[in-house]
């Protein structure tokens, strides 16, 4: 697991978690760390990685965030979760009274008793290269899918980082859901080529709050200062709920 801690002023703010989506690492963070309030905290999830032979499933995403979770535990704490993070992000988040709030960015959102795969109908994306014998996926065509509104130096960049995905992590029905239990904020990305933002609509319902960026599936590379502002009032927003408990 990887942490990376960054400070502004700790006492004005919750705590942060970012949590990275399918195929990608901490890294994608990076451009939007320094933009945002307090302490920010991100985690390497095992589903995805360079050693198809050592990807983690569902369970091992859920225990990875729950361990990250416990650095600031006693710091209230908002986790921002982006796409294929959202299920492993719902589970891994009950039970944990500092957390008071998540943001859910362009992200899968289930329910109890769902799977990630429940999520979506039809057959994989034309731009999956499915592994199937060997559990795990890889992307054809992340320029155009992740980062097609993302400056091309730094897109391609990201291209050559991202990993292989375990095809097991969807498979794991949630046996708890965080936004039965606290408050969300959805995020839809109304440009990405990942998720329909029709289909990110319907999952943000589950939401108290939502929220649209312009943008494409990344907008923490494509326009992490925005992103950062909608972060920074709805923690603001979700500090505030819990001192009216």
């Not at 943001?103 to 795969?117: E, H, I, L, N, P």
């Not at 130096?153 to 029905?173: F, K, N, V, W, Y």
Request: net charge negative; charged share 20%.
């Amino acid at each position: 697991m990887t942490m990376s801690p960054t400070r502004s002023d700790p006492a004005a703010s919750p705590d942060l978690l970012l949590v990275h989506g399918a195929w990608h690492g901490p890294w994608a963070w990076d451009l939007l760390l320094p933009k945002l309030p307090g302490t920010v905290r991100t985690v390497a999830l095992p589903s995805s990685g360079t050693d198809p032979r050592a990807l983690g499933g569902f369970a091992d995403d859920v225990e990875a965030i729950r361990t990250a979770l416990a650095k600031s535990a006693d710091r209230p704490t908002v986790v921002v979760t982006h796409s294929g993070s959202g299920p492993a992000t719902t589970q891994a988040v009950c039970g944990q009274p500092h957390v008071v709030g998540v943001v859910y960015v362009a992200a899968f959102v289930a329910d109890v008793g769902q799977r990630m795969s429940d999520l979506f109908s039809g057959p994989p994306p034309a731009w999956w290269d499915l592994h199937p014998e060997e559990e795990y996926v890889d992307v054809l065509t992340p320029l155009s899918v992740f980062y097609n509104d993302v400056p091309t130096d730094i897109a391609e960049s990201c291209a050559a980082r991202l990993t292989h995905q375990s095809l097991s992590g969807g498979q794991a029905p949630l046996t708890d859901a965080a936004w039965r239990h606290m408050p969300t904020t959805y995020i839809v990305c109304d440009e990405d080529r990942t998720i329909p933002p029709s289909v990110q609509e319907q999952m943000a319902e589950h939401a108290v709050r939502v929220h649209h960026l312009p943008s494409g599936h990344s907008p923490f590379l494509s326009m992490p200062g925005e992103l950062a502002a909608v972060i920074s009032r709805e923690s603001d927003e979700f500090m505030r709920a819990r001192g009216s408990d």
